[in-house]
């Protein structure tokens, strides 16, 4: 199908998933088509991205819903491949993104990286698209896969898309459906507080130093059980930052019982 369309002259977008859609999943969609005459959506578990006492097994799967979704969205094709399709017994091959790939999700999860860049790489190279898109939500897989893409010069444009919210403020994420409802109740306050940490840096020029130790304390006090982190970085490099700049984003991880939630938030100093 990927030929025939190549052959008639389509430009093909991608839109990578490990399914369990939401509506946060299917606006990577809406933004890939807009940027292409071809969509494909991949549904595919990563193995290589988990660690193995995380949610491999019981992560939630539901391929004939997704489908569902994605044809009412107007996706043209999934991919779903099964594991033993993808990879050889003696597959052996890892790609490891230095630099944007460490720190932040990387200190708890040091793994995860690692996994996603083979699995992107691998899906990218297979389906060859022109487009492929990833959500803003994984901050720092966005940017490890830019910084992949461009290093292995796979010649494709990556997109990253919004956050895509509840209501309340949660970012939407398959994980959410973990949570207990009081933990659901707690959630939200993790996009609140970090954005609140945002207003008081850019409104009180106060350091980061200040802030993030208010931040923590913060999402404690709202009733996480703990916090991996809470950064203020450069959005293009992803080093730590200590004064508002031009560039610059709060990335959080915080736990709620066995649930582990990100979000991240522009910082942006007008000049
Ligand atoms: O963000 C995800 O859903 C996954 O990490 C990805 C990019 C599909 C790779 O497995």
Same mark, same amino acid.
């Given at each position: 199908?990927? &030929?025939?369309?190549?052959?008639?002259?389509?430009?093909?977008?991608?839109?990578?998933?490990?399914?369990?859609?939401?509506?946060?999943?299917?606006?990577?969609?809406?933004?890939?088509?807009?940027?292409?005459?071809? $969509?494909?959506? $991949?549904?595919?578990?990563?193995?290589?991205?988990?660690?193995?006492?995380?949610?491999?097994?019981v992560y939630p799967r539901d391929l004939n819903g997704d489908a569902a979704k994605l044809k009412s969205r107007g996706c043209d094709a999934v991919f779903a491949p099964d594991a033993r399709d993808l990879f050889a017994e003696d597959f052996s091959t890892n790609i490891s993104v230095h630099d944007v790939g460490e720190n932040?999700?990387?200190?708890?999860?040091?793994?995860?990286?690692?996994?996603?860049?083979?699995?992107?790489? &691998?899906?990218?190279?297979?389906?060859?698209?022109?487009?492929?898109?990833?959500?803003? &939500?994984?901050?720092?897989?966005?940017?490890?896969?830019?910084?992949?893409?461009?290093?292995?010069?796979?010649?494709?444009?990556?997109?990253? =898309?919004?956050?895509?919210?509840?209501?309340?403020?949660?970012?939407?994420?398959?994980?959410?459906q973990y949570l207990s409802k009081s933990d659901r109740?707690?959630?939200?306050?993790?996009? $609140? $507080?970090?954005?609140?940490?945002?207003?008081?840096?850019?409104?009180?020029? =106060?350091t980061w130093e200040a802030v993030g130790a208010w931040t923590t304390a913060k999402l404690r006090a709202a009733g996480f059980a703990s916090v991996d982190y809470v950064n203020f970085v450069n959005a293009a490099t992803l080093e730590m930052m200590n004064h508002a700049g031009p560039e610059g984003r709060i990335l959080a991880a915080a736990r709620l019982g066995e649930t582990r939630l990100i979000d991240n938030c522009a910082v942006a100093a007008k000049n």
């Open positions: 199908m990927l &030929k025939s369309w190549r052959d008639d002259g389509k430009t093909i977008g991608a839109a990578p998933t490990m399914g369990a859609l939401h509506e946060g999943h299917l606006s990577l969609v809406d933004l890939v088509r807009g940027h292409s005459d071809r $969509t494909i959506a $991949t549904i595919f578990v990563n193995p290589l991205q988990f660690a193995p006492h995380e949610d491999f097994d932040h999700c990387a200190v708890a999860r040091p793994h995860f990286f690692d996994g996603v860049a083979t699995i992107v790489a &691998k899906l990218l190279l297979l389906l060859r698209p022109d487009a492929a898109v990833f959500g803003e &939500k994984d901050f720092q897989q966005l940017a490890v896969i830019r910084r992949m893409v461009r290093d292995l010069e796979i010649g494709v444009d990556i997109l990253g =898309a919004p956050i895509v919210r509840e209501a309340d403020g949660l970012a939407m994420s398959s994980r959410n109740e707690i959630a939200p306050a993790l996009f $609140t $507080t970090i954005s609140e940490a945002a207003t008081r840096i850019l409104a009180t020029g =106060a």
